[in-house]
C-alpha cells in the first residue's frame, strides 16, 4: 500500500490492521514548471491587477471555502475561487455569501500556462480544507511562491513544515488571522519554493 504520507499510513495501519512492512509512504509531487508562471497572464486574462488570495478546488464542503469567504469578508482582500461546481446548494450559498471582493472562476486545465500564472500572480493561497492528502494545489502554489495557509488534517506538516501556516478549518476566526498574517509577511517567498524544489518534484521523489 502507498499512502502520500505518515499520517496516512499510520490511518491504514491502525484502521485496517495493515502490518507496517505492507506500506510504503510515496510523496505527492510537483511539476516544477509551477516555478517559472508569468503572474501578467493570468492579470491581463481577468483584469486583476491587484494583489489576491488564490484557493483552488472543487467548490464542495470538503474544500471549505464557504468558511473561507466568510472569513474573510469584511477584510477588503480580494479573494479568487477556481473551482468546479460539484455541489449546486453549496455552491449557491457559497455565492449569496460572497460580496464583490470575491470572485468566481471556471477550472482550468492543469497544462495551461494560466493555471501556473495564477499562482504565481497570488499574493496568498489559502487551502483551509477539512482533509487534504495533501492538496496538490497548495504544493503548486509553494513552487510558485506564494504563501501558503492551510489545513493541518491529512499530512501537510509532512510536506510544508514551518514554511506555511496551519488553520483550524471549522474556526472562520482563525482561518481569518491566518490569511492575513501571511498577507502581511512581506518577506522572501524563496525558502519555501526551493523546499519544495528540492523535496517534492516528480524527479526527487521517484
Known sequence: LLPNSRAEARQVARIYGVPSQRICVVPNAVDERFAAGDPSLFANRFDLHEPFVLTIGRI??????LRLIRALKGTGLRLVIIGRDRHPDYVAQCRRTADDRVLFLP????????????????????????LETPGLTAMEAAVA???????????????????????????????????????????????IRQHMLQRFTWRNVA
Open 145 to 191: 511562491g506564494a504563501s501558503i495557509v492551510t489545513t493541518p488534517v491529512g499530512g501537510g506538516e509532512e510536506y510544508f513544515g514551518n514554511h506555511a501556516l496551519y488553520v483550524n478549518p471549522l474556526s472562520e476566526p482563525d482561518i481569518r488571522r491566518k490569511v492575513l498574517l501571511a498577507w502581511d509577511d512581506t518577506g522572501p517567498r524563496e525558502a
Open 107 to 130: 477550472p482550468i486545465p492543469h497544462d495551461d500556462p494560466l493555471l501556473a500564472s495564477a499562482y504565481a500572480a497570488c499574493r496568498v493561497f489559502a487551502s483551509p480544507s477539512l
Open 60 to 65: 464542495e464542503p470538503r474544500k471549505n471555502q
